[in-house]
């Protein structure tokens, strides 16, 4: 029987790591993770986003949390794909940690992206997901590297990508909001420059998301009983 997970494989991922757990994204998780975004991410006064989505109207940004993840689900192809996983720790839902990538089969590498509720920052939480992130995508999804990004004047986000081994790579200047110029601070990440969590990954649903983005051949039950 078809269900949710089978019919959209990037919903079934679990990547387990200590006290740490990235899950697909289900339609039961938006709620939840659109309330600790309303309850709040940041300082008003700062905006480490390149989409400034979080300053949306408490009353709207629930509407717009859930129509961005579902356009993405809808946009899904091999071409051109975005893998957000909600974050628990300790059991405890706390964020999201995701990356994006266009002719992933040909460049192998994503740009990471990551936000955390205020009340679970400054605990190592940020740089523990992100070092799982990356040894999922370098040891399950075949990367050769992997890039990231953020303001100079974001120390706290600089500071999570020195600790998982990111090195400098170029500045650029951008408008944040209308009329505000900011600089961002390239970075990317090699895979024998990942510093590692301390505990080992354990994956689920790691087959049908390889076939999904185009990683391996999606085997009928009759191949897969002659294997």
């Given amino acids: 029987m078809t269900t949710i997970a089978s019919a959209l494989p990037l919903l079934g991922l679990r990547v387990n790591a200590g006290p740490l757990e990235l899950r697909g994204i289900t339609d039961e998780l938006l709620g939840p993770l659109a309330d600790i975004a309303v309850a709040g991410i940041h300082d008003s006064g700062s905006m480490p986003f ?8 408490a009353e709207v940004l629930p509407r717009q949390f859930a129509q961005y993840h579902w356009s993405q689900r809808a946009a899904f192809s091999p071409a051109g794909w975005s893998l957000d996983l909600a974050v628990f720790w300790e059991g405890e839902l706390v964020g999201v940690q995701g990356m994006s990538t266009k002719d992933y089969l040909v460049t192998r590498t994503g740009e990471t992206g ?3 509720g205020r009340s679970h920052q400054g605990k190592g939480i940020g740089t523990a997901m992100r070092q799982v992130f990356c040894a999922f995508a370098f040891d399950h999804l075949d990367a050769t590297q992997i890039t990231s990004g953020a303001f100079t004047d974001n120390p706290a986000s600089l500071g ?6 990111y090195r400098e790579n170029g500045l650029r200047r951008v408008e944040r909001r209308p009329g505000e110029l900011a600089v961002v601070q390239g970075l990317q ?11 080992p990954l354990e994956v689920e649903g790691l087959e049908p998301f390889r076939v999904l983005v185009g990683l391996e051949r999606s085997r009928s039950p009759l191949a897969a009983a002659r294997a």
């Fill in 50 to 57: 390149f989409v400034p989505w979080s300053i949306a109207p």
């Fill in 189 to 199: 990440l090699a895979p024998e420059d990942l510093v590692r969590f301390a505990h």
């Fill in 114 to 116: 990551s936000w955390l």
């Fill in 160 to 165: 999570v990508s020195r600790k998982v081994g």
